[in-house]
């Protein structure tokens, strides 16, 4: 998500109220698919549901000062970044580290961080999960029940929850001098 700069997207109450509407319809709409066995439309719709909710609380927040709009990179940013803080979920158990950037579409993740110092890594629900209880949190679209499992290897920070085209991924962060004291896997 990037922050609104123009102030063509200024975001009143009533439009933030008509988004939360707009993704309750979206989830109604997702919850029926799924009734029906359609899981793809459900899927789509899901995910549609989560950044129209997403943006819309993003936006307002941006306009009422309440956080600011992308992490700042200064000297401290990587501290402030593997603080272990623990990343506030949403209804649907997603959530990120309000220090994780925005990074734009087609930008590599672990690129990126390693410029910075930071190594990161993911784990999947659906490899940490059983498959009972995968199935029935992707059913329900509510993933708060999942606890991800850092991957092997010390220093390890869950920075975010998020849904992705391959299902339900957790992003884990540690400072890149802690990999080369620890590597992954060891």
């Not at 209804?91 to 580290?97: D, L, Y």
């Not at 309000?98 to 490899?127: C, I, N, S």
Request: aromatic letters at 6%; proline letters at 5%; glycine letters at 8%.
């Amino acid at each position: 998500m990037t922050t609104p700069t123009n102030p063509i997207m200024a975001l009143s109450e009533q439009d933030a109220t008509l988004l939360n509407q707009a993704s309750e319809k979206l989830g109604e709409y997702a919850a029926e698919q799924r009734r029906r066995g359609n899981d793809s439309a459900a899927e789509g719709a899901e995910c549609s549901a989560h950044a129209v909710q997403r943006r819309g609380t993003a936006l307002l927040a941006v306009q009422r000062n309440a956080q600011p709009a992308q992490a700042v990179l200064d000297s401290n940013w990587k501290a402030r970044m593997l603080d272990g803080r623990a990343i506030e979920r949403d209804e649907m158990g997603f959530g990120e580290h309000p220090e994780l950037p925005v990074l734009d579409e087609g930008m590599k993740p672990r690129a990126f961080f390693a410029a910075l110092g930071v190594e990161l890594t993911h784990t999947m629900a659906e490899d940490d999960l059983e498959l009972d209880e995968h199935e029935a949190m992707n059913d329900a679209g509510n993933w708060n029940a999942w606890t991800p499992q850092p991957p092997a290897g010390d220093g390890w920070k869950l920075v975010a929850i998020f849904d992705t085209e391959d299902g339900t991924a957790a992003w884990w962060a540690r400072n890149a001098l802690t990999a080369r004291a620890t590597p992954r896997g060891a």
